[in-house]
């Protein structure tokens, strides 16, 4: 019991901290956003800061990162028996339903990270982070290895993925994103054309 309250402490922290660092991004740029300052905004002790970010470009990030880990663990809990671009699609969507993509806090970050050169390292870090796990769990639904494969399919679902939100996004009108059922038709329609195959006279 004990163990469950620490760690429901811990999480609660490292929300706050996300939260903050968002915050403070959205109101004076990412430029002017210090781990010092988000901290501060958070109400938690500097020092504390480096127990759950490298720094802030991670904790502006962690809100992406969340939402990429989740997709590897919906893919995961995929019934075995369905294909590898069918299972990561259902993935995809049970996603945007369950952890509501199209709320505020997810779309400010995906905004952000277009807009902020500086979070571009932190991007790929992340990406090549949630990569290696996807293939990981690719790679275990195989009848045969094929660790090719496996990486190549990562690889191009997350590229998916970052294209059709960013088309999603170009929709938008003022702050507010277009309807999710646009993005839910845009993912089932990539993964549809991957699966058909990209090769056109």
Known sequence: METGRRERKKLATRAALRQAALRLALRDGVENVTAERIADEADIARRTF??????????????????AEAVVARFR??????????????????????????????????????AAPSLLPQQLSVLAAQEKALA????????????????????????????TLDRWLERSTGDDPPPLEVLRAEVATAFATLAAGLDRP
Not at 78 to 95: D, F, G, I, K, T
Not at 138 to 152: C, F, Q, T, V
């Open 50 to 67: 480096f127990n759950y970010f490298s720094g802030k470009e991670e904790a502006l990030l962690a809100t992406a990162a969340v939402g």
């Open 77 to 114: 809990a995929r019934p075995p028996e369905e294909s590898v671009l069918h299972a990561l699609r259902e993935a995809v969507l049970e996603v945007m339903d369950r952890d509501d993509v199209a709320g505020h806090e997810h779309v400010a970050v995906l905004r952000l990270a277009r």
């Open 136 to 163: 990981a769990a690719i790679g275990s639904r195989l009848a045969e290895p094929d660790d090719a494969y496996a990486r190549l399919c990562a690889t191009v679902a997350f590229a998916t993925l970052r294209l």
